[in-house]
């Protein structure tokens, strides 16, 4: 099996299970109680909140909040920082490509009175912070524009973004789930008073996120009950998962910089294969600024799903990028907002790599993705493959 949906979740590195083991057996005390079996537990925490500070650059450790997952940082963050700050206005700024922990947590502040102005990209998948500037009310209380697009891999200018929103009453959140991990992160130099991350995304485990807050923003809490995690995030912590998140964030933040340089020239070594082995293949997302393990495409002529079905059965995983996020046209939000439409829009193919892969598997890959497509190309009706030429926008590469 080659494994190519890094974004879509990773593996558990063995040095993560060998660390959270002793919390299922040896040391499973409720880290609220106050005898020393709980005191190991919190303890193990008190470690996991220093250790994910250090790495992202937080001030504190107290500036760390353990989650459920990322969808419920994104929620709480953002929804908790509206709810929180709704005496001094009710405008939301986010973009049309975030993920839609993000983009359904704004229309539940939509059915509560709340005004959401989603900001466009332009056709590498990048927003443009001038437009955020030209969206910003006076009532304009949170902005949250994602870290790095979990399709298409385009970074987006969260610094300039955060320059603009300097000495403005308006918190900046990011939804790093994608980028954490994969590049370096510093919330300081970065400028954001929110961060959202996800263990399973950086070789941790599932069901475990936590959320960057700059002392002082406090979110209003989106559950209820025994007021853990600072009364931020109720229900008794995920002891074995926290431990696991830290230790997969202190590993991909550890020789970060080696790591990326390499899987950046493996990423590139797999476009530039696919762009030559597949007729009209395109690269989607921006060229250069991009997470170093996202290689993304559209083949014209090609189906999306039924490319995933059959690289399946080759032993390639492989995702579509319409596949969780689909439009009512049945494409991808995040490809329609870069400009494209269907049916070009539906032959996407999202390969996301980890450094584990070799250059042997990379070859193996491009040759069954590129027989599977030409295969998909020439029983495809050749009015529709004709047709993806002209269903760019002018903004066409
Ligand atoms: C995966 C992902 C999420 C959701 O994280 P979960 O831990 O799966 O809930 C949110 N945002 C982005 C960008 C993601 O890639």
Redesign the pocket.
Known sequence: MIYLDN???TAVSPEVIQTMLPFFSDFYGNPSNIYGLALTSRRALDSAREIVAKAINAKLPAEIFFT???????NLAVIGLARARKELGNHIITSTI?????LRACEQLQKEGFEITKVGVDKYGQVDPQKVAEAMRPTTTVVSI?????EVGTLQPIREIAQLLKGRQTYLHT?????TGAIPINVQDLGVDAL?M????FHGP????ALYLRTGVRPLSVNYGGGQEHGLRSGTENVAGIVGLAKALDLAVNGQEERVRELTQKRNYLIEKILQAVPGAELTGHPQQRLPGNASFVFPGVEGESLIMQLDRKGICASSGSACSSSALGISHVLEAIGLRAPLARGSLRLTLDNSITYKELDEAVDIIAKVALRLQAIAPHSSFKADKRSRRSSSK
């Open positions: 974004a879509a979740t459920g997952c990322g969808t419920e940082s994104d975030e993920h839609p922990a993000i994602m870290l790095a697009n979990n939804d790093a789930v994608q980028a959202s996800s263990a399973h995304k599932k069901g475990v996120g």
